[in-house]
């Protein structure tokens, strides 16, 4: 099956020198492609799969929160004064901790499904069917190993979003996400656009990595604005890339 859209993506320098005209790179055993509808199983469960990856940074970032080492300092403290065993607080506090783990990782999963229950649920009406929008993803010989999204940005302004990057853990550190990020940047070029803008969290350290190599540039920092977000001390950067005005 062959996109609608089959040769609109701009030709694009690949990671390392390596060619990529909608993403085909000349140094590896991938492609960069646009997204296909049999591809959708593949992408969902891709992206699943590199977000629960960030459940363990999560629950970490979480422990170092002032007021989570306090409750469980007194709490420790508060037993040890009482019961005059060390054992029962180190149970307690153990018990916590992994009490606090399967929670966290709980509220991660949930997040996890909303995504795949917002775009994600219709890829081809949120990122094929509108001119505006796109879907790529990267294919080895085992299948869909990335994917990336992008579509306008919520506050226009001729302002591209770059959403759903995902690696394939077997694959990084071969250029993959580069050629993804670069077909991202050729398309919002391509379409005229002013920048591109993209969130992260806290715990994606590699993605940060990745998005200043590319040449994004921190934007602004907040915290997410929910009681969740006040209690994890979720902070999330913007990151921006300002595109060349076309001549």
Do not use: K
């Amino acid at each position: 099956m062959t996109s609608r859209r089959e040769g609109r993506c701009p030709e694009v320098a690949g990671p390392r020198g390596g060619h990529v005209r909608c993403g085909v790179h000349a140094m590896a055993e991938y492609r960069i492609r646009e997204y296909r509808d049999e591809d959708y199983e593949a992408a969902r469960e891709l992206f699943a799969a590199a977000m629960s990856e960030h459940a363990p940074g999560l629950c970490m970032h979480v422990l170092h929160q002032p007021w989570v080492l306090l409750v469980l300092a007194c709490t420790f403290t508060l037993l040890l004064a009482s019961s005059r065993s060390v054992l029962l607080p180190v149970l307690a506090v153990t018990l916590l901790l992994a009490l606090g783990r399967q929670l966290l990782s709980y509220a991660w999963g949930l997040y996890i499904e909303r995504c795949l229950g917002d775009d994600l649920r219709d890829i081809h009406a949120s990122y094929v069917e509108p001119a505006s929008s796109c879907f790529w993803v990267a294919e080895a010989a085992e299948g869909v190993v990335g994917t990336v999204a992008a579509r306008p940005a919520d506050a226009g302004n001729g302002t591209l979003m770059l959403r759903r990057m995902a690696v394939r853990r077997d694959f990084r550190g071969r250029g993959v996400a580069t050629a993804l990020g670069r077909a991202v940047l050729g398309f919002a070029q391509h379409r005229g656009c002013r920048a591109v803008v993209l969130n992260t969290l806290m715990v994606q350290h590699e993605a940060r990595r990745l998005y200043e190599h590319l040449g994004f540039q921190p934007d602004r920092r907040y915290l997410l604005p929910t009681l969740y977000g006040r209690l994890a001390g979720c902070v999330i950067t913007t990151y921006r890339y300002d595109l060349p005005a076309a001549d």
